[in-house]
């Protein structure tokens, strides 16, 4: 049995981990989720709901669950809130499963990640809305993203605008990014022709992390929560394997850790996208 913890993305609450994680707990998984704060009712002050806070809304979760050991599992901007605490918290986190998620790099806040202009018109639209990222209509939601018409009305309902300093406040890490052990689920919709983030991109050369594909749109918890449940279930037996192993490598802090089967120089670390 393996400890997951699940942080929902942006706009939502852990109602949308609810059908993975039935499934996880019905294959033996326990299963722990996360409430970021500031979520609630659109029109409460979230001034003072930060970066920090999102992080601290994680750790609480984990000291609950000491001194287990967990995999943590992020979606859309919480990969930089996940990121982080997987950075503080090395002896607790087994793997970090980021699922078509942001990737957390020192300095650098979740909005960042967009560029110029978008970046700044993104910073507008957060002041403009009480600071607040206002959540995006039903057709955005929807646009070619492997939901029904059904699956679309119901997630987009039920989005609420997020905290704007959590995505704005730059995070700080105290590793580099690539000392995680971590899986990076691709949801194969997203991308057109296949394209990753160049920052996701350069992640596939680095031996401790792995690639996946699912081949569904950004919301899998809704479009495709079953294959994400099968595909879970698998990360968790490979971590049980890596515990169970006698063979191991030298860690950064020097420490011996398990060899994975990717630990292989030149082994592949990911399948290439079929489809974008």
């Not at 002050?45 to 287990?68: K, M, Q």
């Not at 993203?145 to 009305?153: F, K, P, R």
């Not at 919301?219 to 968790?236: G, K, Y």
Request: with cysteine; charged share 25%.
């Amino acid at each position: 049995m393996q400890a997951f913890v699940l942080v929902p993305g942006t706009w939502m609450g852990p109602w949308i981990w609810k059908r993975v994680a039935d499934g996880l707990r019905a294959r033996g998984h326990s299963v722990h989720l996360v409430t970021l704060s500031g979520l609630g009712r659109d029109g409460d002050d979230v001034s003072g709901i930060g970066l920090d806070t999102h992080i601290e809304d994680v750790h609480a979760v984990l000291r609950d669950l000491a001194p287990e050991r967990v995999v943590l599992v992020s979606h859309g901007t919480s990969g930089i809130v996940a990121g982080a605490v997987a950075d503080r918290e090395p002896c607790r986190v087994d793997r970090s499963v980021y699922v078509e998620a942001s990737l957390p790099h020192d300095g650098r806040s979740a909005i960042d990640a967009f560029g110029e202009p978008l970046r700044g018109a993104e910073l507008r639209l957060i002041e403009e809305n009480g600071g607040r990222w206002p959540v995006p209509d039903v057709d955005v939601v929807a646009d070619e993203q492997g939901l029904t018409d059904e699956q679309a009305t119901w997630l987009a309902g039920r989005l609420r605008d997020h905290p704007g300093r959590p995505l704005t406040e730059p995070v700080r890490l105290t590793r580099p990014l690539a000392e995680q052990r971590a899986t990076y689920v691709v949801c194969a919709l997203e991308h057109f022709h296949g394209r990753l983030a160049p920052d996701v991109e350069r992640m596939r050369t680095v031996p401790t992390w792995r690639f996946r594909t699912l081949d569904t749109g950004l919301w899998p918890m809704v479009s495709a929560p079953d294959e994400l449940v099968a595909l879970l279930d698998e990360i968790a037996a490979e971590v049980a394997a890596e515990s169970g192993s006698g063979a191991g490598v030298e860690g950064p802090s020097g420490g011996v850790r398990p060899r994975a089967a990717w630990d292989t120089p030149g082994d592949e670390v990911g399948p290439q996208l079929g489809k974008g």
